[in-house]
T-cell receptor
């Protein structure tokens, strides 16, 4: 149980285009999902908290107009990187809090974005 | 905001040797979680510690939470090649703050 999927697993796009990444909880409902960004050989940095039915909460320094988050249902959150530039190239990972004991997070497999 | 530091940043060990990574915070932590991320993969939850001085074991892995709840350690006994990856500590009640990670490589 507690499987989180992400699509696509990798994407290459031209500078200036927008890219949408989907995060789905496959066997449980997630009122809250999280979006992280991880640059090579670095730790995970929380970008935003995605709340079902309400606006996302962004961490300091993350541009909400550039990284659009939509949590349309209890099993789906999307992150759209708008007008992507090479510096946006990174590994984007979503997670959802499980429904078991504690507050362990279940991570999606990640999406590797390369902006040319 | 809360910062969680990990040392060492990198560790290369001979297969069969032990390995330890340390996690330190300047503030008291409500809990500590440990995750493992294989190269090219995503973080996988290992364990959560909540109580002061708590010690938990998973086969060759031993996790400790400091008495002051400001530090934690993960110790692996007799490393195997399957232990390769980056180990992160993290803390938070809902939003997690991740440590800087320790990248473990094993020399066969």
């Amino acid at each position: 149980g507690a499987v989180v999927s992400q699509h696509p697993s990798w994407v290459i796009c031209k500078s200036g285009t927008s890219v949408k990444i989907e995060c789905r909880s496959l066997d449980f409902q997630a009122t809250t999902m999280f979006w992280y960004r991880q640059f090579p050989k670095q730790s995970l940095m929380l970008m935003a908290t995605s709340n079902e039915g309400s606006k996302a909460t962004y961490e300091q320094g993350v541009e909400k107009d550039k990284f659009l988050i939509n949590h349309a249902s209890l099993t789906l959150s999307t992150l759209t990187v708008t007008s992507a530039h090479p510096e946006d190239s990174s590994f984007y990972i979503c997670s959802a809090v499980g429904q078991g004991e504690g507050n362990e997070q279940f991570f999606g497999p990640g999406t590797r974005l390369t902006v040319l | 905001g809360q910062q969680v530091m990990q040392i060492p940043q990198y560790q290369h060990v001979q297969e069969g040797e032990d390995f330890t990574t340390y996690c330190n915070s300047s503030t008291t932590l409500s809990n500590i979680q440990w995750y493992k991320q294989r190269p090219g993969g995503h973080p996988v939850f290992l364990i959560q510690l909540v109580k002061s001085g708590e010690v938990k074991k998973q086969k060759r892995l031993t996790f400790q939470f400091g008495e002051a709840k400001k530090n934690s350690s993960l110790h692996i006994t007799a490393t195997q090649t399957t232990d390769v990856g980056t180990y992160f500590c993290a803390s938070g009640n809902e939003k997690l703050t991740f440590g800087t990670g320790t990248r473990l490589t094993i020399i066969p």
